[in-house]
């Protein structure tokens, strides 16, 4: 009887244990995300208003569409992780006639807001189950959300070129 006992009070220890990583995880995923979107502000600030335009060869994108590419992606990745219906069609953002400095720095911040109230719904167990993310590609939730960071992290660090022609010297690296 002892030794039952002990197995299940070892069980639920365990238990209790994992489920305090996998909460961690996620507050660790939101805090994250949160220095993301502050990162990606310091950007959109540092940018001139005449920047938000410029292109460093015609068949880039410009800054502004950079930063609604990165949006687009962010409200993408977050909808086929959790299945939450996004407000913002496939591209929309980036199609936007109105690409000034105020309007895309509020939809590229209304995008990272999406994904952060997404994942703060999102629980541990959640984010290791298994989704078909864009009907192609096999992995879990919280497999899908590094996916989306990686990409805005990859689309941001490309603006700093932009931010350095327009003459104007990018934010410190905020890694922590």
């Known amino acids: 009887m002892k030794i039952i006992h002990f197995l299940t009070t070892l069980c639920l220890l365990l238990g209790s244990f994992h489920f305090t990583q996998a909460q961690t995880s996620v ?105 078909k993310l864009f009907g192609r590609f096999d992995m879990t939730k919280g497999m899908a959300f590094a996916k989306c960071f990686e990409h805005q992290t990859h689309h941001r660090g490309q603006t700093t070129v932009y931010i350095r022609l327009a003459g104007a010297k990018p934010p410190q690296e905020k890694l922590f």
Do not use: C
């Open 27 to 131: 507050n660790d995923m939101l805090k994250e995300w949160e220095r993301a979107k502050a990162y990606t502000k310091e950007y959109l600030d540092t940018m001139p208003e005449a920047g938000y335009a410029l292109k460093p060869t015609p068949e880039m994108r410009s800054f502004a569409e950079q930063m609604l590419h990165l949006t687009d992606a962010n409200y993408g990745f977050s909808s086929a992780a959790t299945g939450e219906k996004s407000p913002v069609g496939l591209g929309e953002s980036e199609k936007t006639a109105d690409k000034s400095k105020a309007n895309t720095t509020k939809l590229v911040m209304a995008g990272y807001d999406f994904v952060i109230s997404s994942l703060k719904k999102m629980t541990p167990a959640q984010l290791n189950e298994n989704v």
